[in-house]
Nanobody, 122 residues
Framework: QVQLVESGGGLVQAGGSLRLSCAASGLTFTRKSMGWFRQAPGKEREFVAAIGWVDKTSYLDSVEARFTISRDNAKNTVYLQMNSLKSEDTAVYYC????????????????WGQGTQVTVSS
């Protein structure tokens, strides 16, 4: 049974930082691209960042200079370091796993976590 468990969300002031973690189990982590998506109230879930199994990355344009995705294959964990947070970053952040190489397409992700809330106050 595949499980993706996110942690690290919370309330932060604009300009602050948060580090999200996603612990994966029940899958061959080193054969998966891992992604982060987010969903704000009343909006579609959108791609934020992805990392391949050999550390190539892809980002949403609006976060590329501020967010960093990384992975620790020994711990089956993917991270999202978020700096210079803005109010528009407020959303539920989801971790996801895909067998497709660094995809931005939500439908290509087979497994999803439950999400962690990030709230940025201005």
């Amino acid at each position: 049974q595949v499980q993706l468990v996110e942690s690290g969300g919370g309330l932060v002031q604009a300009g602050g930082s948060l580090r999200l973690s996603c612990a994966a189990s029940g899958l061959t982590f080193t054969r998966k691209s891992m992604g982060w998506f987010r969903q704000a109230p009343g909006k579609e879930r959108e791609f934020v960042a992805a990392i391949g199994w050999v550390d190539k990355t892809s980002y949403l344009d609006s976060v590329e200079a501020r967010f960093t995705i990384s992975r620790d294959n020994a711990k089956n964990t993917v991270y999202l370091q978020m700096n210079s947070l803005k109010s528009e970053d407020t959303a539920v952040y989801y971790c996801a796993a895909s067998s497709v190489w660094i995809t931005r397409v939500r439908a290509n992700y087979e497994n999803w976590g439950q999400g962690t809330q990030v709230t940025v106050s201005s």
